[in-house]
């Protein structure tokens, strides 16, 4: 059973910058999907990135230009590098991981199998 684990999360002033990073426990190809979704308390999960298929990258519009996905296969592991950080994007951001999806689907949280615990980003002065 795939297991997801995050970590790099915590408190940032606004501006700041964050790498957060998962680690995947079973190994990973060029054909498996991997991403971040972030949830605040009360409101739906939400699209952040995806790497599909280490073919392309997706991003939320929400934080092209600041947020920067990459992968490393030979790890097992993908990283989040979070740049000028405000505090509208404080939330628990999970690590997700798929493995036959469509190129069409990255966004939907529903595509994914495996998902992590979650690691807190709180951005606040």
């Known amino acids: 059973q795939e297991q997801l684990t995050e970590s790099g999360g915590g408190l940032v002033q606004p501006g700041g910058s964050l790498l957060l990073s998962c680690a995947a426990s079973?190994?990973?190809?060029?054909?498996?999907?991997m991403g971040w979704f972030r949830q605040i308390p009360g409101k739906e999960r939400e699209f952040v990135a995806a790497?599909?298929?280490?073919?392309?990258?997706y991003y939320a519009d929400s934080v092209k230009g600041r947020f920067t996905l990459s992968r490393d296969n030979a790890k097992k592991t993908m990283y989040l590098q979070m740049n000028n950080l405000k505090p509208k994007v404080t939330a628990v951001y999970y690590c997700?991981?798929?493995?036959?999806?469509?190129?069409?689907?990255?966004?939907?949280?529903?595509?994914?199998?495996?998902w992590g615990q979650g690691t807190q980003v709180t951005v606040s002065s």
């Open positions: 997700v991981r798929g493995d036959t999806l469509i190129q069409n689907s990255v966004s939907r949280f529903d595509a994914y199998s495996y």
């Open positions: 079973e190994r990973t190809s060029r054909s498996t999907t």
């Open positions: 790497s599909f298929r280490s073919k392309s990258t």
